[in-house]
Antibody
Framework: EVQLVESGGGLVQPGGSLRLSCAAS????????MTWVRQTPGKGLEWVAH????????HYVDSVEGRFTISRDNAKNSLYLQMHSLRAEDTAIYFC????????????WGQGTMVTVSS | QSALTQTASVSGSPGQSITISCTGT?????????VSWYQQHPGKAPKLLIY???NRPSGVSNRFSGSKSGNTASLTISGLQAEDEADYYC????????????FGTGTKVTVL
């Protein structure tokens, strides 16, 4: 079964750090760009970051540039999002997703992991 | 990157057709054929309905269709069904600032 499973969410204080993981199974992980998308509860979707198949190219939304780092380990079929200097506005459900055609065609999504930034 | 603009809500009766619009700029929707559409039911992950403006992934009903004119993309749902009641989001590649992607503000579809 093609599947993505996120983990690592939780409650963290402002200024703190958290590392999210996304385990892929059922497909050739190293053939796809991978993406993180977040959603504030009750609000819309926001694209956060993506990474090329071999990890050689990464891009971020402006609001997380310099604070978040996306990475992947193709040997472990895993995607990561290291988050530093967390702010209240980073509170959201974080989804990982596969980009089917490298054109923003996110066809496989995980169930999401909740990150809450609060004191 | 500013979110693409979508109508906040659209409603229709079962069997009708409705169209959801997604307006951007020449740096995103108008400049590239990389528009996708997603359906999201409460508490669930989004589901890809349309990619590259007009293409449907395998398994998606042909009641869903996509198009684009200038800086506005559209999703049409024909033969509206109760299970189509959900939130819908567009997404586009954007060359504004960092090359990346930007989602729309979302549209709540209500089946009357």
């Amino acid at each position: 079964e093609v599947q993505l499973v996120e983990s690592g969410g939780g409650l963290v204080q402002p200024g703190g750090s958290l590392r999210l993981s996304c385990a892929a199974s059922g497909f050739s992980f190293n053939n796809y760009w991978m993406t993180w998308v977040r959603q504030t509860p009750g609000k819309g979707l926001e694209w956060v970051a993506h990474i090329k198949q071999d990890g050689s190219r990464v891009h971020y939304v402006d609001s997380v540039e310099g604070r978040f780092t996306i990475s992947r380990d193709n040997a472990k079929n895993s995607l990561y999002l290291q988050m530093h200097s967390l702010r209240a506005e980073d509170t959201a459900i974080y989804f990982c997703a596969r980009d089917l055609r490298s054109t923003g065609s996110f066809d496989i999504w995980g169930q999401g992991t909740m990150v809450t930034v609060s004191s | 990157q500013s979110a693409l603009t979508q109508t906040a809500s659209v409603s229709g009766s079962p069997g009708q057709s409705i169209t959801i619009s997604c307006t951007g700029t020449s740096s995103d929707v108008g400049g590239y054929n990389y528009v996708s559409w997603y359906q999201q039911h409460p508490g669930k992950a989004p589901k890809l309905l349309i990619y590259d403006v007009t293409n449907r992934p395998s398994g998606v009903s042909n009641r869903f269709s996509g198009s684009k004119s200038g800086n506005t993309a559209s999703l049409t749902i024909s033969g509206l069904q109760a299970e189509d009641e959900a939130d819908y989001y567009c997404n586009s590649y954007t060359s504004s600032n960092t090359p990346a992607y930007v989602f729309g503000t979302g549209t709540k579809v209500t089946v009357l």
